[in-house]
């Protein structure tokens, strides 16, 4: 009577959304999950509500308001100099979360293989299962320095690629770790996914957040890859949105078709009325950007030192606004139990390390997040600071 299906065996609940609520039940800082506590900008949340007085309120076209897919088209094609056609690459999902699903769903089977970096962001192993495919993880190594770079292995990723590998995951920049892909391992990967015909799923949710000069590149925009990538992105990041479900897939058309299929069953189609505000947010001026990676540096320089100073080996991000740290220093039995000793004693929430790795691993890591306001990182220090003493 009470037996759950094999998938749903196979993996646990969220361990970051749990954090979350254990810092609302310890009253602690949240540095777990990466939702920022400060406003959106006003001009979306007016477009918002104008789309709902306007009766913007019934399902939009499933795949997507075409008003949304042809800001993203424009967006793409300005950022990321890919030209794509609104009205059969794109495939608008209830946030970058149904639109990897909905990918993993329409595109691998029983048997076949995905590759995942790994430490990975949660969703990816738990998605590769859903679909009924096995996910395959390689290591990026941590760097030897704190302000040094994660990095692959090339025979490492080679040894991962086999007749049975469908897909490539890769989140760039990347949670939790802060990676910004280069271009030369990029084009490894596209290398790879030739040789071996692999589809490359990106997840470019953080391509703005970026820091000391760093370029984001579309793994798309690479020679040989547009026929075979699916883009993910999503409003939730870039316009501190994270609420309101909205986000795309970028495939070309055969891909598209099965997504759109996938999706249409699963949820039918993401809140109308943000789609609408969605194409305005698309269209916000470029100043917005720069103030964005502005104010994301300055919050990341801040719990940077405060965390060194703390006790913590913190790596330096280059990307996204996640800070994962080494704990040896602290003496602590594994990752779970300093995470609880952090939410409990020290009035701060972080993410266990070993919730990014499939077996064992990050057991002396911990993950805080930095998309906070100045107000609550500088609490967040003071009580860091209780390490020390
Ligand atoms: C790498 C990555 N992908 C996807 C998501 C979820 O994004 P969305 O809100 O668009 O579903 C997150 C959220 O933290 C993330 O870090």
Not at 103 to 122: C, K, N, Q, R, S
Not at 368 to 379: I, M
Request: aromatic fraction near 10%; proline fraction near 5%; charge should be negative.
């Amino acid at each position: 009577m009470t037996r759950i299906s094999r998938k749903a065996e196979q993996f646990t609940e969220s361990v970051i959304r749990e954090m979350t609520r254990q810092a609302l039940q310890y009253g602690a800082i949240n540095l777990a999950q990466g939702f920022p506590d400060f406003p959106a900008p006003d001009e979306i949340k007016q477009a918002a509500q104008e789309a709902v007085a306007a009766d913007i309120n019934q399902y939009a076209i499933t795949w997507g308001a075409r008003d949304l897919r042809r800001a993203i088209a424009r967006k793409f094609a300005t950022w990321q100099r890919v030209e794509i056609d609104p009205e059969r690459e794109i495939t608008v999902c209830c946030g970058s979360t149904e639109a990897m699903i909905a990918t993993l769903l329409a595109i691998a089977d029983p048997g076949e293989e995905i590759i995942v970096f790994e430490p990975y962001y949660e969703n990816y192993g738990p998605d590769a299962i859903l679909s009924g495919a096995r996910p395959r993880y390689v290591k990026l190594h941590p760097p030897e320095t704190p302000d040094g770079e994660w990095s692959i292995n090339p025979d490492e990723l080679r040894t991962a690629f086999n007749p049975k590998t469908r897909a490539i995951i890769i989140n760039t920049p990347h949670n939790p770790t802060g990676k910004v892909f280069t271009r030369t391992e990029l084009e490894l990967i596209r290398n790879l996914c030739v040789e071996f015909d692999v589809i490359a799923i990106i997840d470019e949710i953080y391509e703005h957040i970026l820091y000391d000069g760093v370029e984001h590149i579309s793994i798309a925009s690479l020679d040989g890859m547009r026929e075979r990538t699916v883009t993910i992105n999503s409003l939730s990041k870039t316009y501190s949105v994270t609420g309101w479900r909205v986000g795309w897939a970028i495939a070309p058309p055969e891909l598209t078709a099965a997504i759109r299929k996938v999706h249409d069953f699963l949820t039918v189609g993401a809140a109308a009325p943000l789609q609408a505000a969605g194409a305005a947010a698309l269209a916000l001026r470029k100043e917005y950007y720069e103030q964005l990676a502005q104010g994301y540096t300055e919050r990341r320089d801040l719990l940077l030192a405060a965390l060194r100073g703390a006790g913590f080996r913190a790596f330096r991000p280059r990307g996204a606004y996640y800070i994962m740290t080494d704990i040896s220093a602290f003496g602590a039995a594994d990752d779970l139990a300093f995470a609880q000793y952090l939410v409990q004693k020290i009035g701060v929430a972080s993410v266990p390390g070993s919730s990014f790795y499939s077996g064992r691993g990050g057991e002396q890591q911990i993950r805080f997040t930095f998309c906070k306001r100045a107000d609550t990182l500088a609490t967040a220090i003071v009580n860091l600071q209780k390490l020390r003493t």
